[in-house]
């Protein structure tokens, strides 16, 4: 069975600085892809980033990066220049290869950003 | 835009009451998802959906049921709610493929009395 643990329950960063999310995963299937959200506290789940099991380079979207580290298990989500409007609870999925395959999450990072 | 839509954004029940919870999305997505979050718990998949009329169980589903007739909608359904299924559900669909995101829903949060 997939597994997602994410064993920050929540984080500080000063605005401007970078600060990373820890994310650990296990699965047996060798075809996965790798998702994180943030969720607000207007409670809209937002995509940021993705990472697929075969994708030789570390994603990124703008200030978003993924430090996908496949033999630890790990994909841990760098956000660089923190800024206020990031303070949010960020998730973790995880989404094995197959038909019937599901997103499963993690219990999430509450992130706060200080001045 | 891909647009999933819950039918109620808070809803209150009683104790025992059939609850319909109905989901829509409007960019024919095979897969469908119901979620409940709750504080500490992060999301956790009650039930998903990978074509019309076929379902699967997800990591808690007792004490609900799900039903899709239509390739756009999910329905999630508690036969008889409980106060223990207070939370807020989150309803999500996809494609099929695995490297492609899932979109969410507003949330509904039911509350049960």
């Known amino acids: 069975a997939q597994k997602i643990t994410q064993t920050q329950p929540g984080m500080f960063v000063q605005e401007k600085e970078a600060v990373t999310l820890d994310c650990t995963y296990d699965t047996s299937d060798p075809s996965y892809g790798l998702f994180w959200y943030k969720q607000p506290s207007s409670g809209e789940m937002i995509f940021l980033i993705y990472q697929g099991s075969y994708d030789q380079q570390n994603a990124t979207e703008g200030r978003y990066s993924l430090n996908f580290q496949k033999a630890r298990k790990s994909a841990n989500l760098v956000i660089s220049a923190s800024q206020l409007g990031d303070s949010a609870m960020y998730f973790c999925?995880?989404?094995?290869?197959?038909?019937?395959?599901?997103?499963?999450f993690g219990t999430g990072t509450r992130l706060q950003v200080t001045l | 835009d891909v647009k999933v839509t819950q039918s109620s954004r808070y809803l209150v029940k009683r104790t025992g009451e059939k609850v319909f919870l109905e989901c829509v999305q409007d960019m024919d997505h095979e897969n469908m998802f119901w979620y409940r979050q709750d504080p500490g718990l992060g999301l956790r998949l009650i039930y998903f959906?990978?074509?019309?009329?076929?379902?699967e169980k997800g990591d808690i589903p007792e004490g609900y049921s799900v039903s899709r007739e239509k390739k756009e909608r999910f329905s999630l359904i508690l036969e008889s709610a409980s106060t223990n299924q207070t939370s807020m559900y989150l309803c999500a669909s996809s494609l099929r493929i695995e490297y492609t995101e899932a979109f969410f829903g507003q949330g509904t949060r039911l509350t049960v009395v």
């Open positions: 999925a995880m989404r094995e290869a197959g038909t019937a395959s599901k997103l499963t």
């Open positions: 959906s990978y074509d019309v009329k076929m379902k």
